[in-house]
């Protein structure tokens, strides 16, 4: 059997939004124009599909407004969808760019225990290291022993540093040492893993502001990204931990990860319509080479269902 190929996997990972949302298309054929009947189901599906009520709201909006010359079967409204959809992903597809100076650029990365925000830092290691780019890692999250070692596999695997501390030791000095270390080095990017501790706000809250003090000493602008990690399985759910935070830790953009078997991809284009938050890249399985930016055209036309 042949190697699945990048777009395979994102067929896979919005295979069941484009499903649904294929179920509730199926036989709708008007004249020129969408009646409010048809522009109801189609929002409706919209919303099934994860899309989220206001990326719903709005494709049902552009929708009554267009004018199908050649009438709206299944294929024209689909293909509408797709550029509405589109037109929703586009400004938020933003890979990450390495462009500090002095560096390293320093990436917090964080997430909620079990959204595969370790796994997500090695392959966004990799990314990075395929475009030439030098890195290096930091276990701030020294809540779990088991967080350090899982990070330290991945990054001898990789093929990077890493600079961690002991655990229940002090995330801030594990940062302070890295970037020391990293800038050192000349290392251009610092990918630090952080504790996901969502169950405590205040800890978390006053975590990242200790590590951001420390790391403002060093460097005025540093942290220079914050990626919150995102379960794109938990569908709504991922949509209020972005809410939770962005408040908490000022997040500068997201990460959807396991964006393949049962993801419900639909939330992808529901946290881009609500918050606009840069979406650097997508995750569609458990391989180094399974994270990359995404193109928001493609993801928009398997959404729909347009091949
Ligand atoms: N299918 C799939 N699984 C993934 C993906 N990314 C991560 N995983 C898996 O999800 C599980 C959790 O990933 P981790 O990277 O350990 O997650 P974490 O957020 O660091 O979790 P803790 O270490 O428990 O805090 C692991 O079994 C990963 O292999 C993905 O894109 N697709």
Known sequence: MSEETWSDRVF???????????????????????????????????????LGPRAAARIRARL??????RGADEQAIREAVAAEIAAILRPVAKPID????????????????????????????????????????????????????QLGIWAERVGVPIVFGDEGGDP???VFDAVQAATEEGTDALIVDTAGRLQNRRELMDELAKIRRV?????????????LVLDA????????????FK????????????????????????????????????????????????????VARVIAGVV
């Open 12 to 50: 896979g990972g919005f295979r069941k939004t484009s499903e649904r949302l294929s179920e509730n298309l199926s036989g709708i054929v008007s004249k020129t124009r969408l009646d409010d009947d048809q522009l109801d189901h189609l929002e409706d599906a919209l919303i099934l599909s994860d």
């Open 64 to 69: 009554a407004n267009e004018r199908f010359e």
């Open 98 to 149: 390495i462009v500090a100076f002095p560096r390293p650029q320093v990436i917090l990365v964080i997430g909620v225990n079990g959204s595969g925000k370790t796994t997500t830092i090695a392959k966004l290691a990799h990314l990075f290291q395929e475009q030439d780019y030098s890195v290096m890692l930091a276990a701030g999250d020294t809540f779990r022993a088991a967080a350090i070692d």
């Open 172 to 174: 801030a000095s594990v």
């Open 215 to 227: 790391l403002g000493r060093l460097n005025p602008e540093a942290p220079h990204d914050v990626v």
């Open 233 to 244: 399985t938990n569908g709504q759910n991922a949509l209020q931990q972005i809410e939770i």
């Open 247 to 298: 408040e908490v830790a000022g997040v500068t953009g997201l990460i959807m990860t396991k964006l393949d078997g049962t993801a419900r991809g639909g939330v992808l284009v529901a946290a881009a319509e609500q918050y606009g938050l840069p979406i650097h890249a997508i995750g569609v399985g458990e391989r180094m080479e399974d994270l990359r930016p995404f193109d928001p055209d493609l």
